[in-house]
């Protein structure tokens, strides 16, 4: 593959830093045989102990070890109790910054990403990984089996790796689905994109 893996240093800037830095970047999840590639299309920034909306703003538990760990690794939690979500930890070890993964362009292994949704073959790309919830269903992440999974290493099944894609154009709006810190302009996107997780046009 023609694309190197994000390397463990460029996540230890803060986590309105690397929100941006993902977009465009390639997620892979290799299931069985086959390579899911996706392109990272929309995140959201959380700033740990400095952010009420951060899971980690109560400090460090059993929970949130991962985010409080070296940066680069997936923390996967589930929300309502049914869709598991994708977060990479950043800043350096003992500072809890993450970024939501918040949407995804599938770009390799549609059908089996709607297999994984329990769609039909034809189902257009936002339906399989617009959303988080939706993308973890798509690329079949589990907390069970990938939360602390370190994203840098060519070993893990879950990548993010680096094409040379160019983002030419980025908004940048009020995170969304929170009701804490709701005001505060850390949502990233590749702006009008189809594959986006809510709406195709955004202030920036």
């Given at each position: ?38 392109r ?59 970024v ?16 994984n ?8 790309p ?5 959303g ?25 099944d ?40 809510r ?6």
């Open positions: 593959m023609n694309a190197k893996l994000v390397p463990r240093a460029a996540y230890l800037e803060p986590p309105d830093h690397v929100a941006r830095m993902l977009l465009g970047k390639l997620l892979i999840r290799h299931q069985g045989k086959e390579a899911l590639v996706t990272i299309v929309e995140t959201e920034a959380y700033f740990g102990l400095n952010d009420p909306a951060a899971h980690a703003f109560a400090g460090r538990t059993a929970r949130t070890e991962v985010l409080f760990g070296p940066p680069g690794h997936a923390y996967v939690y589930r929300i309502y109790g049914l869709h598991a979500c994708l977060n990479v930890s950043c800043e350096p070890p003992g500072h809890a910054g993450c939501l993964i918040r949407a995804l362009e599938p770009l390799a292994g549609l059908a089996r990403m709607a297999v949704r329990n769609l039909l073959p034809t189902a257009k936002a339906q399989l990984t617009a988080p919830g939706r993308l973890c269903q798509a690329l079949a992440i589990t907390r069970a089996t990938h939360n602390g999974m370190d994203l840098t290493s060519p070993a893990s879950l990548q993010i790796r680096d094409d040379g894609f160019i983002t030419e154009q980025i908004a940048i709006t009020p995170r969304i689905g929170i009701t804490k810190a709701a005001e505060r302009l850390l949502r990233y996107t590749l702006a009008a994109h189809p594959c986006l997780s709406g195709r046009y955004h202030r920036g």
